[in-house]
């Protein structure tokens, strides 16, 4: 600034002011205008964080706001919080739905007609039975198969509905619903609404590893640049890729992060289950980061193509050009490969 109240003394002197005086105001007026925001905090059992470019047309946004939007997602679909809507649900009580519980649901209700009831936030009964939900596990479950298939009477997707009046029946009430694959994505939807309300059009969006963007990163003058972790955790690097991404949204699921050992047969279970067998996959794709429209789609898909494995997923993405994705998984010989669909941008 010292330099500029210099340069402001010589052309007073060459009677320039005007033309001097405009040019500090406008550099000064437009460091104002992009200058980011930065949120981050605590959401779904995991953490946030935002990067946001306001403009002058952009209303102030706050913490709070962030906040807020995340708690009422949290009230409608968490099941650890205990006085949520969809707990309630869980524990029989008669609740008329809100907007969220709708959203969510047929979203889900999409994911799970389109790949043959291999998403199914019905199997949340035996998520819990595994000890992968809020609840602790069943002892020795792993060699209790006919436990496991009475479990799977409350699992189907078809077996719920949301009623005229808007109430959410259950054919069974042992039906636990587990929208834990798809809330995080929604949430991150739920906030790039709000900010899209605040006249804020570039801006990211990250909770727990999904990611929502708009526009484009103002500081830097281009696309957004997205990490996809490495499944291979001892090779030394932390990402294998990095993704650029203009108004969409990627989520990434893998099962290299939440799993246990079986302390007596040192067999290695993962979170993410198969509806049809009742038991964790056993899947060749180590992570599967898909890019869609919406954060709450990429989430659901992201978690349907672990169960599906790498030759279904890759055969449902042919016949379903609205999604891209980005795969890491192992071949016949056990080595780690990479596959993306073409429309994936710069790959680094």
């Known amino acids: 600034m010292i330099a500029s109240l210099f340069i402001f003394k010589l052309f007073i002197m060459k009677k320039y002011i005007p033309l001097v005086f405009l040019f500090i105001i406008l550099s000064c007026t437009e460091k104002q205008v992009q200058q980011p925001y930065y949120f981050e905090g605590n959401a779904l059992g995991t953490s946030y964080h935002i990067k946001a470019f306001p403009n002058k047309n952009s209303k102030k946004t706050e913490k709070k706001d962030i906040d807020s939007v995340i708690t009422a997602v949290n009230n409608s679909l968490s099941t650890y919080q205990t006085n949520s809507l969809i707990s309630r649900i869980n524990k029989g009580e008669k609740v008329k739905v809100d907007q969220q519980f709708k959203d969510v649901y047929k979203a889900a209700q999409k994911i799970y007609a389109e790949t043959g009831g291999l998403y199914d936030p019905t199997i949340g009964i035996l998520v819990n039975a595994w000890g992968f939900g809020p609840t602790k596990k069943i002892e020795n479950i792993e060699s209790n198969p006919k436990l496991i298939d009475s479990l799977k009477k409350y699992v189907g997707y078809h077996l719920i509905e949301i009623d005229p009046q808007g109430f959410l029946q259950k054919k069974y009430p042992q039906i636990y619903i587990d929208y834990n694959s798809i809330a995080k994505g929604y949430a991150i939807d739920r906030v790039g609404k709000m900010l899209n309300k605040k006249n804020i059009n570039n801006y990211l969006v990250e909770i727990g590893g999904e990611v929502l963007v708009k526009g484009k990163n103002i500081k830097k003058n281009r696309q957004w640049l997205v990490a996809i972790d490495n499944p291979n955790r001892q090779s030394g690097n932390k990402f294998i890729s990095k993704v650029a991404l203009q108004n969409q949204a990627m989520a990434t699921s893998g099962n290299y992060r939440k799993f246990y050992i079986d302390s007596k047969t040192g067999k290695k279970y993962v979170h993410t289950l198969n509806t049809k067998t009742g038991y964790p996959t056993q899947s060749d794709l180590l992570s599967a980061s898909v890019i869609a429209k919406n954060c709450t789609l990429a989430d659901g898909y992201a978690t349907a193509f672990m169960t599906m494995g790498f ?38």
């Open 311 to 348: 030759k279904k997923s890759k055969d449902f993405l042919a016949k379903h050009p609205e999604l891209q994705a980005f795969f890491v998984y192992s071949d016949e010989q056990g080595n780690v490969k990479i596959y993306h669909t073409i429309d994936v941008k710069n790959i680094e």
